[in-house]
């Protein structure tokens, strides 16, 4: 789960990380408030969970809190790569002098976190990895050790960090860890890192993912969910224990498992069709769950046929029959269906469904070859 | 002869009791498994499975009592990390977790202190292991495959079982099939598992079934190029995946354009590994 950058900033500052001293706000009232409060200079950010805001106009500069205020109306009626705009961060404007990034990710080849710290900061940091890796540099964490102080001072090292500056960044890099550790998550990120002309380090921006297997220990982070990324298809999927991914074709797929759920979608492209969407009902769907998992890929006006391919495992062919059954008498549709049941309890699942005008399938490749075909016959 | 488990594996079941538990305890039993005994706190002194497994309070209570060797973890994930290091110190010798859902800061800090112990850990997030006709643990329907020559490892589940069942319809037979498990964060890898079905005598080819996330099928790849004498037919799910979408699996993403299909089909392609186009090809690629 993507964490906003005022959130993830006042986490940072939780743990003795020194942010801007800044507000969010809804509304442009409460920006110019906000605004007025801090005095001087302000930047308005908008907060969204997609990269790119500066570029297309989410952060601007303001004299005082009037211009504050106009900004915040621009801001907040903007929508950033198709999100839009809910909230704006008003932060105290600095003088910049030098820009660090500093990171700390999970390393999963390595079963370690990593730290990352490089005097090229303020920038796309994958632009810097890609091109100049050597600008970037890295140390392993042990996780029954944490973070240790000699690699905090290589890192300063490493980065040509003037001495006066060192004691402020253990502070901050020993923060970040905190942050990073406590909240259980899979990227702590500050770019840029400032030193600003008064010679003082401050996080500008930060950013926060959380792992989210580990959210049930973290209700509070739990409610700073942001659904406005997610598709409302994908909410209601999540809502109903279902993993749905919508995509751009025309084949809707309802697998059981994740792999094969995306080897079923590989197959449909390898004979010529596209996939609608990914989605996994788990392991031992009932019928309740197969229904609510056909009204969602049917909400998807692109899909043009519907493949079932249910491998029974623990999840029994009867069962999903019967849940497609249901769904049917619920939803009144035209779409053509084609259905692969294999494994346990499948002839009892092809039999519930021989009255059901429903196309079936032996093998995979049938089934797909099958579903390219009743998607083309229905455009 | 077989790859980490056969007919005399001893297992104790942590979470015997639960409902998943007690009804994949009993598919296992029914298969042959020696299913020993079975872990709960609060529960020790019960028997279960019509009377026929006890149950334990604590791993190393039933480990002394059973000479459970193996221990099978199918807990909530809340449980899992502290399941997994409670075998460990127990000293079984092979750990199984099928438990879905374990963060990745406790399997990083679980992996760091398993290095110091003699144990395999096979999971979190997996189906299992299964040598036909000897001893199943886990998910892996019994039926879908028969004993053979072919060895399978996989980061999926019911995939496997395609693979599994597509082979047994050509009357192939597999030496053992491991389920490494979809976390990024787990016990062993493909290497690992590829190096035993080089060693074991009976494996006279392989099954690799990768997905999109991570280099593990790249290094798998090397490892294949550099090492390995026996044949290896690979499949890479994921091809059409969007970037920076997680598939399901917590492992399977494409983060910074890393882990992609096509990387992972040209480095085993180049390692000299057939790769299929779909499943159901693996069985004729094999007989080639």
Redesign the interface.
């Given at each position: 789960m993507k964490l906003h950058e005022y959130i993830s900033k006042d986490i940072f500052a939780a743990y003795g990380v020194p942010t801007p001293k800044g507000h969010v706000a809804a509304t442009p009232k409460e920006a110019g408030k906000i605004a007025k409060d801090l005095g001087g200079r302000v930047v308005v950010k908008a907060q969204v969970l997609v990269g790119g805001r500066g570029k297309a106009g989410g952060i601007k500069l303001a004299e005082n809190a009037k211009e504050a205020r106009t900004a915040a109306e621009e801001i907040l009626a903007m929508e950033i790569k198709g999100l839009p705009v809910r909230k704006v961060l008003i932060d105290p404007a600095v003088e910049i002098a030098t820009e660090i990034y500093l990171g700390i990710t999970?390393d999963?080849?390595a079963?370690?976190?990593v730290i990352m710290a490089s005097a090229a900061g303020g920038v796309d940091i994958?632009e810097v990895?890609a091109k100049t890796p050597e600008k970037i540099i890295r140390a392993h964490v042990?996780?029954?050790l944490g973070l240790q102080d000699y690699q905090v001072r290589d890192l300063a090292v490493s980065i040509e960090l003037e001495r006066e500056h060192w004691d402020a960044f253990h502070k901050v890099t020993q923060g970040l860890w905190q942050a990073y550790?406590r909240s259980?998550a899979?990227l702590a990120e500050i770019n840029p890192l400032v030193i600003t002309k008064d010679g003082e380090l401050l996080a500008v921006d930060g950013k926060m993912l959380i792992?989210?297997?580990?959210l049930?220990r973290h209700a509070d982070l739990e409610a700073h969910r942001d659904i406005d990324v997610e598709a409302p298809a994908e909410v209601e999927a999540r809502e109903n224990e279902l993993?749905y991914?919508k995509?751009d074709g025309e084949i809707g797929c309802m697998?059981?498992?994740?792999?094969?759920?995306?080897?079923t979608?590989?197959?449909?492209?390898?004979f010529g069709g596209?996939?609608a969407n990914?989605l996994?009902i788990g392991?031992g769907a009932n019928a309740e769950k197969v229904a609510a998992a056909l009204r969602i890929i049917l909400q998807d006006k692109n899909v043009k046929a519907v493949l079932f391919n249910i491998?029974g495992?623990?999840t029994r062919g009867d069962e999903v029959a019967k849940g497609i059954l249901e769904a049917l008498k619920q939803i009144k549709t035209d779409v053509p269906m084609v259905v692969r049941l294999?494994?346990?309890n499948a002839e009892e699942g092809r039999a519930l469904l021989a009255d059901a005008n429903m196309i079936t399938a032996e093998?995979?490749?049938e089934a797909?070859q099958k579903a390219v075909q009743a998607a083309q016959g229905s455009k | 002869m077989a790859i980490l488990a056969n007919k005399d594996t001893r297992v104790v079941v942590q979470g015997i009791t639960g409902r998943e538990g007690s009804f994949h305890s009993q598919l296992m039993l029914d298969y042959g498994t020696k299913v020993v005994a079975g872990m709960r706190p609060g529960k020790g002194g019960e028997w279960v499975l019509d009377g026929k497994v006890p149950v334990f309070d604590s791993v190393k209570v039933a480990v002394e009592a059973t000479g459970a060797d193996t221990s099978m973890i199918i807990v909530p994930?809340?449980a899992a990390p502290d399941s997994i290091l409670e075998a460990a110190d127990a000293g079984v010798r092979l750990i199984i977790c099928l438990t879905e859902?374990?963060?990745?800061?406790?399997?990083?800090?679980v992996?760091?202190?398993l290095d110091f112990k003699q144990v395999t850990l096979i999971g979190p997030n997996c189906p299992g292991l299964l040598t036909p006709s000897q001893t199943k643990i886990g998910?892996?329907?019994g039926n879908?495959s028969m004993p053979g020559n072919v060895g399978v490892v996989?980061?999926?589940?019911?995939?496997?079982?395609?693979v599994l069942?597509a082979l047994k319809q050509e009357g192939m037979g597999c030496s053992t099939c491991v389920g490494i498990g979809?976390d990024?964060?787990k016990g062993i890898s493909f290497i690992e598992v590829l190096q035993m079905f080089e060693d074991d005598p009976l494996t006279d080819q392989v099954v690799m079934?990768g997905?999109?996330g991570?280099?593990?099928e790249e290094?798998a790849a090397e490892y294949i190029n550099e090492k390995m004498t026996k044949p290896v037919v690979g499949?890479i799910?994921?091809?059409?995946?969007?970037p920076g979408?997680?598939?399901?699996?917590?492992?399977?993403i494409v983060e910074?354009g890393a882990g992609t299909?096509k990387d992972k089909v040209e480095a085993l392609k180049k390692a000299g590994v057939q790769v299929a186009?779909?499943?159901?090809q693996i069985p004729e690629m094999l007989k080639k």
């Open positions: 999970n999963r080849a079963r370690q976190p994958e990895a042990n996780p029954l550790q259980d899979t792992d989210d297997n580990a049930y993993t991914i995509l697998v059981n498992g994740a792999g094969l759920a995306m080897a979608m590989d197959i449909i492209k390898l596209e996939p990914f996994d392991g491998f495992g623990i294999v494994g346990t093998s995979l490749a797909a | 994930a809340v859902g374990v963060p990745i800061q406790d399997m990083m800090r992996r760091a202190y998910f892996i329907p879908i996989s980061r999926s589940g019911t995939l496997t079982y395609e069942n979809g990024p964060v079934i997905e999109i991570g280099t593990d290094k499949f799910a994921g091809k059409t995946a969007p979408k997680r598939m399901g699996h917590a492992g399977a910074g299909a186009d779909h499943p159901e």
